[in-house]
């Protein structure tokens, strides 16, 4: 219902927008004609026509941005009530049921087990909302160390099979060519976030059956490349950069089933460009599956003694853009 109110809103004030410039046209138009012999007042009616028609743009423009990103921020708010309500409540329903009934030693474990993964979920939510607030801080005083992404990638890959109880086989690492060892420059835990969070959409966003592929490679030398690769609801044409913005999810019905904050991807691209990377995604289209590229700059001795007086210094490295 919200959702039809502010498409019929942005509909409203492309509209008025639309017809006032129109009517801005036609009066100009019709004041030039009339005043064609006097030079200077028809230059002076252009510049204030041209002026007008901007402020009515630049208003129109304004207030259907607001309209989003209102929408945006309700939609994150919504889906953080839910994945936080959601566990809670499984927690709460194991809890009356230990209370008010015994249960035998494998049902208690089983109970257990259940809340521990509950309270993950609800730790994991948090965490992701706390780092989206953390990253908007240019200025972190925070020690970058020599990370081996390999090492870290797998490790990742078994905590997303454990999570979402996956066989082996549902996510595969295919082999470093040359079997070398990518290390990088950076923070662990906040790499470790962005690797979880592309693994979890992998997962998340393939219904019909989870088979992921993950890559490691070096790129232009100098690079340091993470491909992930699903099967799953693919992406329309139109939506592979505005995944990454903050709290934006894909429209349509398979994405209205599929749960999600709308942060994962902002803090995949945010921190791979604080750590002087870029993430971006490609697809086929809809139902065609969906390939997320990490990219980060691989670790030399110069670029160790350069991280160290950067953080120093309160300093970043430059992105892919700024390097180029």
Known sequence: M?????????????????????????????????????????????ILFAMLIAGVVLNTVFLVREIRRNERQDSFLNAVTHELKTPIASIRLYLETLQRRPVDEAQRQQFYTNMLADSDRLLATVEQVLKAGQLGQRHRQQSRTLIDLGSLLSECIAITLQRHHLPPDAI??????????????????????????????????SPEGVHVRCSLAITHYTWATLRITDTGVGLPPNQHKRIFRRFYRVPGRTMLRIKGTGLGLFLVRSIARQHGGDATAASQGPNMGTTITLTLPLANPSTASEASSSMANGRSYPTMKERA
Request: hydrophobic letters at 55%; proline letters at 3%; glycine letters at 10%.
């Open 172 to 205: 595969v690492l295919q082999p470093v060519p040359g079997g070398v060892h990518l290390r990088v420059m950076g923070l662990a835990d906040d790499l470790r976030i962005a690797i979880l969070n592309l693994l979890d959409n992998a997962v998340k966003y």
């Open 2 to 46: 919200n959702f039809t109110r502010r498409r019929g809103t942005i509909a409203f004030f492309i509209t008025l927008g639309t017809l006032l410039v129109g009517l801005a046209v036609t009066l100009n138009i019709g004041w030039v004609v009339l005043n064609e012999r006097t030079v200077a007042l028809a230059v002076v009616g252009i």
